[in-house]
């Protein structure tokens, strides 16, 4: 495996600040936050989104990052989420101490901006139907037209929005719009709604409101509230950023917060849209938003990954303002390294082929010594029993090899990791389907350890289990979620058609008995199979179940060879 050194790099928004503390700007002062909807569970983009923002406030003398929810939109949000969305931040290590804020908790605040904004003349109540805004609202080559109530008194304003406010009015009949300009190239300039009539209960304020914040309105202020310095997004709100302002600034608001945006983090092979998300797990195409299979930081955990591994992660993909897709082979990369760190090796059979040592004595049990992480000598040695009877994988042998297969064959002598040489004498076929059933081989009993004292060398080792000592547990084998690398670059598909039919497979899974009291979220090792983790919803204690993290094998070492050749290529 290719090792990549990395210190954080500089980006374009660790510059930006850099820049501001030292020109004094807001004091000295970074105020950062992460502001989640709580309409489903976090995914691995908004674990891009809260490094950053925890990340940058860490790195600054003094510096604090806010957690806050914005939940500006009942109906769909939901307390669950915000639990898993506080679970999966502090598991991802980082920590709000105090600053837990809600957008709903600034409703009375936002409130009375919108009627200071009414009273300025910068805000009015807007009678059309969504339908009627909508066509007012021009194109991007045509001016939009005015609307009727624009020139509303202020008296008249004053009081429609207090009756919205107070429950007179029907869903949809009201809104509060800006008055800015309906000529304006930035269509969301375009008279923007501030408020609208929602007689929807929130998890939060109950059935208190009734008129309920945009988002674009709610999110400026609260930054502004929290005295927030640098409000970092993503790209799609680049747009968006001269309403922030406009509001901002027509408020006369103490703390005008600086909005930055950068690129979102998408990623191959899965896609990394709560609304997407939801779908599938509403349409029952995963089992939860915990799948191991989804992108949820939740999924990823129950998967295996540390919250090192997605930080380095994270750190790797670095921040731009140029959106582009992240091979999912680097996240596979970056656990199955620190995973190597920290794994301890044990052996387990997936696909058990039974293997009888015709000269070992019957009944006789020997405790080998197995390493526990050859990577890392201080985590010591386990035992483990080896008998006459053993399991191998099926793919370890081969009846009639080619050139390049090194593993068992008729005849040839292997080596069984930790324990003995052994040579195949006799295979045994079903007789109906031929398929090879059981085999019997002889052991040398000089190369205890797996080493001979007469130097002769074999080229393959084997893993194995005794059969009697083995305990049968599940293994879930993942594959990716999705077919296609980018599942929704088809506009008119549905990105469901993409979905992987073989993303999971189940097979019971023979291990070595050192695992029978191993507790749910380990992790360990199984020598040439990969990186596993005990499941830690589904295990019992009828049965252990192991999620398999990721396979040994390092695609983005590959990747990234290929890369350097490419370049080197480009320069000549
Ligand atoms: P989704 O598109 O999944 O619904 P969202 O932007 O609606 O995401 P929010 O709860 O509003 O979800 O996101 C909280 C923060 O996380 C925002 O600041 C948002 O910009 C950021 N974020 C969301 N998705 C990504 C992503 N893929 N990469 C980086 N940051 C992201
Ligand atoms: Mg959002």
């Known amino acids: 495996m290719t090792k990549t050194e990395f ?90 101490d105090d600053r837990l804020f809600y957008a709903s908790d600034y409703f009375e605040k936002l409130y009375q901006y919108a009627v ?18 909508r ?43 800006a008055k800015i300009d309906m000529a304006s190239p930035n269509v969301l300039m375009r008279d923007p709604t501030l408020y609208r009539i929602r007689r929807i209960p929130h998890h ?18 609260s930054d502004s509230i929290e005295g ?5 997004c993503t790209l799609e ?40 998300l939801a779908e599938l797990v509403n349409g029952g195409y995963v089992s939860g938003w915990d799948d191991p299979r989804m992108p949820t930081i939740s999924g990823l955990r129950r998967r295996g990954y540390t919250p090192d591994s997605i930080r380095n992660f994270c750190e790797r993909i670095g921040v731009a303002r140029r959106d582009s897709v992240v091979d999912i082979a680097l996240l596979e990369y970056s656990i199955r ?9 044990v052996m387990g059979v997936l696909r058990p082929l039974k293997v009888v040592i015709d000269n070992y004595p019957e009944g006789r049990v020997e405790e080998l010594d197995a390493l526990n992480n050859p990577e890392d000598p201080g985590m010591g040695t386990r035992k483990i029993p080896f008998s006459r009877v053993i399991y191998i994988e099926q793919d370890d042998f081969l009846e009639d090899p080619p050139k390049k297969f090194f593993r068992l064959a008729p005849g040839r002598e292997v080596r069984l990791r930790y324990a003995y040489y052994i040579t195949c004498v006799k295979v045994i076929k079903d007789e109906k389907t031929g398929q090879v059933i059981e085999l019997h081989c002889t052991y040398d009993p000089d190369t205890r350890g797996g080493s001979s004292p007469d130097g002769r060398k074999v080229k393959a080792t084997l893993h194995w289990v ?11 084998l993942y594959e990716h979620l999705f077919i296609r690398e980018n599942p929704d670059e088809k506009k008119d598909v549905d990105f469901k058609t993409y979905l992987n039919p073989n993303s999971l497979e189940k097979l019971p899974f023979f291990v070595e008995p050192s695992l029978a009291g191993a507790t749910p979220g380990s992790r360990f090792q199984f020598e040439r199979l990969g990186y596993f983790c005990i499941d830690s919803k589904d295990s019992s204690d009828q049965g252990l179940i192991f999620n398999r993290t990721v396979t040994l094998r390092d695609t983005w070492a590959r990747i990234q060879k290929a890369q350097q050749k490419n370049k080197k290529r480009g320069k000549r």
């Open 7 to 96: 210190t954080p790099a500089p980006n374009f928004i660790r510059n930006i600040i850099a820049q501001d503390v030292k020109d004094n700007k807001n004091n000295g002062r970074v105020v950062t936050r992460f502001p989640p909807e709580p309409n489903g569970y976090l995914h691995i983009g908004h674990a891009k989104s809260i490094c950053l923002n925890f990340g940058i406030a860490a790195e600054n003398k003094g510096g604090i990052c806010n957690l806050r929810f914005d939940d500006t939109n009942p109906g769909k949000e939901d307390i669950e989420y915000v639990e898993s969305i506080m679970e999966d931040v502090r598991w991802l290590g980082f920590d709000w």
């Open 116 to 133: 200071q904004l009414i009273k300025a003349g910068k805000a009015y109540v807007c009678s059309l139907s969504a339908e009627e805004i």
């Open 135 to 177: 066509e007012n609202r021009g194109t991007l080559t045509t001016p939009g037209k005015e609307s009727p109530y624009r020139n509303r008194s202020v008296a008249e304003n004053q009081d429609l929005f207090e009756r919205m406010r107070a429950g007179e009015f029907e869903d949809g009949s009201h809104v509060l719009r």
């Open 204 to 221: 939060r304020t109950g059935d208190k409101w009734c008129i309920y914040p945009m988002y674009d309105f709610a999110h400026c202020l």
């Open 228 to 232: 927030i310095t640098h409000s970092l």
């Open 237 to 276: 709100f680049e747009i968006n950023r001269q309403l922030y302002d406009w509001i901002l600034d027509e408020l006369n608001v103490d703390c005008h917060p600086q909005q930055i945006e950068f690129a979102r983090l998408n990623l191959g092979y899965t896609v990394l849209s709560k609304r997407k």
């Open 337 to 345: 390294e620190d995973l190597n760190k920290r794994a301890q090796r």
């Open 466 to 476: 005794s059969a009697v000592h083995a305990i049968k547990t599940e293994a879930r």
